[in-house]
Structure formats: C-alpha cells, structure tokens
C-alpha cells in the first residue's frame, strides 16, 4: 500500500530513474497515484511522492481524471516568466512564491512506450515543472524566495533533518 512520502524522506531529494517496463504494473501503478492525488487534494503527483523511485508523474484533469507522464522531459521553455504561489503533497501546510517559465514544450512516453509530445502553458506548465523538480531530487523551497505559510512548519522539519544528519 503506498502512502504519499512527506519531508525530509531522503527519496524525495533523489533523481528518478527511467521506466524501462511498459505493462499492467505501470498502469496499475499509476492508477494507484491517481488515487493518491485526489485523496489528499492534489493536483499533480510525482512517483518519488509514493516512494517509487521511477520517472512517472500525472496531472490532475479534474472530476477524478488525470493524465500520466512517463519518462517526461521539458525540450522548450519560454523566456516568460509566472510567479505563482506553490504547495505541495509532501510539504503540506507550506506554501511559497515560486518564478517558472509560462510555456513549455514536452516529450514523453505514455502508458503503451509510445513517444508523445504536447505544449503546456499557465497552470498545467506550472504543475508539470513542479512534478519535473520531483525527479531531479528538487523541491519547491529550493526555488522559493519566499514562504508564504509555514515558515515555522518548514523550520521544524528542516531542524529534524539536521539531527538526523547529524546522528
């Protein structure tokens, strides 16, 4: 049973490993975020969040309906930027202000291998950036300027990381 992984779990700082394995075990997987994401009121999910180190994120499209991204990549980004304040499934009760390109162009596999490409802007390009960062190892506060709320959450979580590091 997988559960969504919360901050600072060390797989959320590792980069994601291609899919090499295209079958009902992805697809099942995937579903299974699906229903992660919805359940916890979210609007993209990123394997690494279920502790899966795999390249695989989705989409919310609404009503329970998601699209999912395998082996994704970002071939173009617009030189337009978006601020727009960010939270996230891992971090919850933290929010930050956080710049991303307005538009970009993907290529990806969907859940048959096959290669698909598409071009994301506003919040769809916002959120696929989001999930991106997920599987380089990258997090929200990384890229914030500034916490919005939860400052102190995030101060606590961060000093539970030091003293686990430290130990």
Do not use: W
């Not at 916002?126 to 939860?150: A, Y």
């Amino acid at each position: 049973m997988f559960k969504i992984v919360k901050y600072p779990d060390p797989i959320l700082r590792k980069k994601a490993l291609p899919v090499k394995e295209f079958g009902q075990q992805l697809a099942d997987l995937v579903q299974e975020m699906g229903k992660l994401m919805y359940a916890d009121d979210g609007v993209g999910l990123a394997a690494p969040q279920i502790g899966v180190r795999s390249s695989i994120l989705i989409i919310g499209l609404g009503q329970g309906k998601f699209k999912a991204y395998i082996n994704p990549e970002i071939t173009f980004s617009s030189k337009d930027q978006a601020t727009m304040e960010e939270g996230c499934l891992s971090l919850p009760g933290i929010f930050g202000y956080v710049s991303r390109p307005k538009k970009i162009h993907i290529k990806y596999q969907d859940l048959a291998g096959k290669v698909q490409k598409e071009k994301l802007k506003g919040f769809d390009a916002v959120i696929f950036q989001h999930e991106m960062d997920h599987l380089q190892g990258i997090l929200f506060i990384d890229r914030t300027d500034k916490i919005s709320k939860g400052q102190a959450e995030l101060e606590k979580l961060k000093a539970k990381l030091n003293d686990k590091l430290k130990n």
